[in-house]
Every structure is written in structure tokens, then in C-alpha cells.
């Protein structure tokens, strides 16, 4: 929540200085209003100073004939003097005198021309036009209308206020400056500069490039924290995924390579048997039969081999189907075990069925329940050698029946006890010797991973160096 933090502070800062402006502005408003009034006075007082002079004469002269031409001239000298201008008026507002003009017959209208205050001044830049009463014995008898130079009135308070008001603006303005620079360094540095950064990153992922880590490292967790860790989590998944079908396209070409191998040797044995029978190299029927026993194992060599590349093709579409059904488990397991057990005595290992097998109702696709079997049991042929023994047992452990395929052989090595459920993972003897690829394509317990997890059981195992191996699984009752 950084970047919302930091965006609503500054909004609220900004919003502070905007309302100290209003304010100020609305305090200079109320200021100017009070000053008018005040300031009039000021300005009043300024004119009959500076024309006081003239008012004096004007007075004392009230009831004698301003058109005298000695009277004439002292006036007209006493408004050059004071650089004012001047015209005197009787109460009709008939013009008597007039500073820069000859005698007229000029009428001013009293109700317009005069003014005691300074609107009219001001609707003028130059001049103060402003009236004064002419007084003789309290009694008003006329009107001087007096213009003058504005340059005369001076305004201080107003152009203090002006410039106070002005400096004020002058600073929060700039306040408001400095803070928008920090606001847009901190977008900069914090929002502009890290998604550039995490655009060149999207780009070298959308080339193929998964490994360029992001260098993003924020104090808080932040909203572009938060979206580059997203980020990294994003890329090593990509990775891995990238990692994972590269590997998946090097073990498919072993599996090619390695069914390739696993069909051309049994289709060779059976096409040079059958020719030697066909040649009479056989000279009896026992020999005959021999043949046959040989072609018949190669034949369910190709047939193991083709089952498991169905499966493991069907599991790769998403169409792998186990179809279980309630049957009773002597019956079914009799039926898979006794063929098998021909298969390994005829390899010279001792293979031991189970006594006594409980007669208990189990929900089993049986054909893939063979083919677990058999996997298990090739497998652990893979491992003894002659004179060794397989021994199949089961048990009923609560709600499951547990099926055990255990063996005498060599055992599987450490190291190679974390992958043997893996796809095409093909372990190494414990003599040393490197599995041969005809030994299989390191389907198989994959296999029986995947069907004994689709019938709702678990598969496991336990091996030791040089005692042999225990495979085991189990298969819900029905």
C-alpha cells in the first residue's frame, strides 16, 4: 500500500496549500473591502491638504466676484501650484470660475457632477476628481469640483497588502512546486523506472529467456513489490515448465529409441524360430515345442512392451480408463498369479504363491490389476538372478486388501529410490552394470503407480542391499 499511501499524502498536501490560497485570497478580499472604507478617509484628507490653500481663498473670497481679473489670476496661479485643477460653482451649478478655460456659461448638474467620495475618482487612472462644499459663516455658498494628479494620493497600505498577499502566494506556490518534484521523483523511482524494468524482463521471457532474475528491491511490500514477486513466482514456473518439457522431449526420444530396441529383439528371435522350424531344423516335436516356449516368451515380451506403450500414450491424452467392479479377490488374484508363476520358474527362480489368499469382496479392474502384477514381478525378475525367490503374500489391513511382492535379488541402490516411480526412469544394478535398454523402457512402475491410485490404493516399497526388495500395494474393499 506504499504507492496509495504516498499518492493520498500528497494529494491531501496539495489540497492543504490550494485551500491556504483560497483562504488568503478570501482574508485579502474581506481586507480590501474594509480598506476601501478606511482608505477614503486617508485619501480625503490627502486632497483638502493639498487644496487647502485654494479652499482658503475660495472662502474668504466667497462674496466677492471670482470673473475679477486680479482674482482670476491668484486662483488660476494657486492651481498651478498645487498642479490641480479647479472649478467653482454657485449652489444652481452655474460654473464661475475654471481653471483652464476662460469665463462660461457652463452649468454643472449638482445631483451628478458632484462627488464626496472617491468613485469618480477612480473611474479615472489619472486624476482624482473629488468636491469640496465652500463654506462662509456655516453657510455652504457653492462647490469647488477639484482634479487631482492621482501621482498626489498615495495608496500605502494597499501596495503593503498587495505585496504580503503576493509573497504568500509566491510561497505556497512554490511549496506546492517542491512537492510535486518529490511526488514525481517518487513515481519515477518507485512506478516508471521498476514496470520499465519489468517490461525488459516480460520481453527476455517472451524470447525464451527464463533465467534473468528481477532486481527489484523494495523495503515494504508495495503494489510493484507484490507485482514482481508475482513476477518471480511466474518466471520460475515458466522455468521449471520449460526445464520439464525439455526433459520430457530427451525422454521421449528414449523412449523411442529404447522400444525401438525392446521390439527389434523378440521380432528377430521369433522371425529366426520360426525360419528354423520351417528350414526342419527341429528333428522331433520336442525340439519343436522348445521353439515354441522360446517364441511364445518373446511373444509376451512384444505384447508387455505394447500394453505398456498403450497405457502410457492413453495416460498422455487423458484418456486412461479404470473400470473396477465388486468381485470376490481369491478368484481374481488365483487367476492372475498361477500363469505368471510358469513365467518365472521357467527363468530358474523359486517363485512362492500366497497360502492362503482371503475371500473378501474388492471393487478391481482386473486387466489392469494383471498388469500391476506383472509389472512387479518383471521387475523384481530384472533384479535375482538364478536360485533367487519371489514370493507374493497378501493381507487385509482395515478397509484395503495389501497385495506383497517381495524378492531375494540385489536390491535397488540409494541413490536410485527417490525416481523409480518417475517415467522412463531406469536404475542401475547394485553390481555396477548399467541396465541394459532391452530390459524395459522404465515405464513400468509408473504404470502401477498411476492404476493403483486410479482404483483409490497406495503403492510403496522397501529395499535393502543385498536382501531384496518388497513392493506392496493395496485395493479397497468393496
Known amino acids: 500500500m506504499y504507492l496509495y499511501k504516498m499518492l493520498r499524502n500528497a494529494f491531501y498536501v496539495i489540497n492543504f496549500c490550494l485551500i491556504i490560497i483560497l483562504i488568503s485570497g478570501f482574508i485579502y478580499y474581506l481586507k480590501a473591502i474594509n480598506y476601501d472604507s478606511k482608505n477614503d478617509q486617508y485619501v480625503i484628507n490627502q486632497s483638502r491638504l493639498r487644496t487647502s490653500t485654494i479652499m482658503t481663498y475660495l472662502e474668504v473670497n466667497a462674496d466677492s466676484d471670482y470673473f475679477d481679473k486680479t482674482k482670476t489670476d491668484r486662483l488660476k496661479e494657486l492651481c498651478n501650484s498645487q498642479e490641480v485643477e479647479l472649478i467653482a460653482t454657485d449652489l444652481t451649478g ?15 448638474d449638482l445631483r451628478t457632477e458632484l462627488h464626496y467620495d472617491l468613485y469618480t475618482a477612480r473611474l479615472n487612472q489619472d486624476m482624482f476628481r473629488i468636491a469640496f462644499p465652500i463654506i462662509q459663516a456655516d453657510t455652504q455658498v457653492g462647490n469647488a469640483v477639484f482634479m487631482i494628479p492621482s501621482k498626489y494620493i498615495t ?19 512554490l511549496g506546492m512546486g517542491i512537492i510535486l518534484g518529490m511526488l514525481y521523483r517518487q513515481i519515477k523511482n518507485r512506478l516508471l523506472v521498476p514496470v520499465t524494468d519489468l517490461k525488459s524482463h516480460m520481453e527476455a521471457i517472451v524470447k525464451g529467456d527464463y533465467d534473468k532474475k528481477s532486481n527489484y528491491a523494495a523495503g515494504d511490500m508495495d503494489e510493484v513489490g507484490a507485482l514482481y514477486s ?17 526433459q520430457q522431449d530427451i525422454d521421449h526420444k528414449e523412449l523411442i529409441s529404447n522400444i525401438s530396441h525392446d521390439l527389434r529383439t523378440p521380432i528377430s528371435v521369433l522371425k529366426t524360430y520360426a525360419e528354423g522350424i520351417r528350414c526342419g531344423i527341429c528333428e522331433d516335436m520336442e525340439s519343436v515345442m522348445d521353439y515354441m516356449g522360446i517364441m511364445e ?16 500414450m492413453m495416460k498422455e491424452l487423458g484418456q486412461l480408463t479404470v473400470k473396477p467392479y465388486e468381485q470376490y479377490s481369491k478368484s481374481v488374484l488365483e487367476n ?103 530390459e524395459g523402457s522404465g515405464l513400468g512402475l509408473s504404470i502401477c503407480q498411476n492404476i493403483i491410485e486410479a482404483h483409490g490404493g497406495n503403492i510403496g516399497f522397501r529395499s535393502k542391499k543385498g536382501e531384496g526388495t518388497v513392493f506392496y500395494f493395496t485395493i479397497p474393499l468393496a
Open 94 to 108: 452655474k460654473v464661475l470660475f475654471k481653471s483652464n478655460s476662460e469665463r462660461t456659461e457652463e452649468t454643472l
Open 155 to 173: 495608496e500605502i497600505n494597499k501596495k503593503n497588502s498587495i505585496v504580503q498577499y503576493l509573497f504568500l502566494f509566491v510561497f505556497v506556490c
Open 230 to 246: 508475482l513476477y518471480e513466482q511466474m518466471r520460475l514456473e515458466l522455468h521449471t515448465t520449460a526445464v520439464a518439457r525439455k
Open 297 to 312: 516368451t518373446h511373444i509376451d515380451n512384444l505384447t508387455r512392451i505394447s500394453n505398456d506403450l498403450l497405457f502410457h
Open 336 to 438: 492372475i498369479i498361477k500363469p505368471i508363476a510358469h513365467y518365472v520358474e521357467k527363468e530358474g527362480i523359486e517363485f512362492i504363491e500366497p497360502q492362503d489368499i482371503p475371500d473378501v469382496l474388492i471393487s478391481v479392474d482386473t486387466i489392469r490389476l494383471e498388469q500391476v502384477i506383472a509389472n512387479l514381478i518383471s521387475n523384481a525378475l530384472k533384479h535375482t538372478k538364478e536360485g533367487d525367490a519371489i514370493k507374493v503374500r497378501t493381507e487385509i489391513e482395515e478397509a484395503f486388501m495389501k497385495v506383497i511382492i517381495e524378492d531375494t535379488g540385489e536390491g535397488i541402490l540409494v541413490k536410485d529410490m527417490p525416481f523409480i516411480f518417475n517415467r522412463y526412469f531406469q536404475g542401475e544394478h547394485i553390481s555396477g552394470r548399467q541396465k541394459d535398454s532391452s
